[in-house]
């Protein structure tokens, strides 16, 4: 198999469906049914197929951050001392103890080994992950940040 072949073939009902559920995740099945045409049982163990294959890895609430006075989104870009199995394995097993840390990405191209993407209330916040907890992790030589200043564009994954 080339490695740029999808380790799945989907027909144009599957795509339908994972189109529509990374949209509306909460979607009744009879009206899932309705929208790609099908009836709802063959519907139903098209998405159970999906979700035992793993190509559907589970579903989430979508929460406002700013409800919870979450105001402040970085993205961090984070330089190693030495690139090591070891020192990534521990960077990245102390960064997931981190709940400010949503999202953390193993870079290349650029100056920074990792992005993170980390959300906090203030800057207060932000100096305070920065400096007495990101900097400390052992191997951690650098950090640059950038500030969102607002989310313009966050689709799901193309079905086409």
Known sequence: MNAAEPLYSLDR????????????????????????????????RRVRALEESGLITGYRAEVDAKKLGLRLMALLYISMDQHTPERFANFEARIRELP??????????????????????????????????ITRIEGVTGAHSSFVLR???????PMG
């Not at 949503?102 to 920065?130: F, N, P």
């Open 13 to 44: 009902f599957d795509r339908h469906i994972l189109e529509l559920l990374q949209r509306e995740g909460r979607i009744s099945n009879q009206d899932l049914a309705d929208r790609i045409g099908l009836s709802p049982s063959p519907c139903l």
């Open 151 to 157: 989310r313009v564009l966050e689709q799901p994954l």
């Open 100 to 133: 400010q840390v949503l999202e953390a990405l193993l870079i290349t191209g650029q100056e920074a080994d990792y992005q993170l993407k980390v959300i906090v209330r203030d800057m207060d916040d932000y100096h305070d992950l920065l400096l007495n907890r």
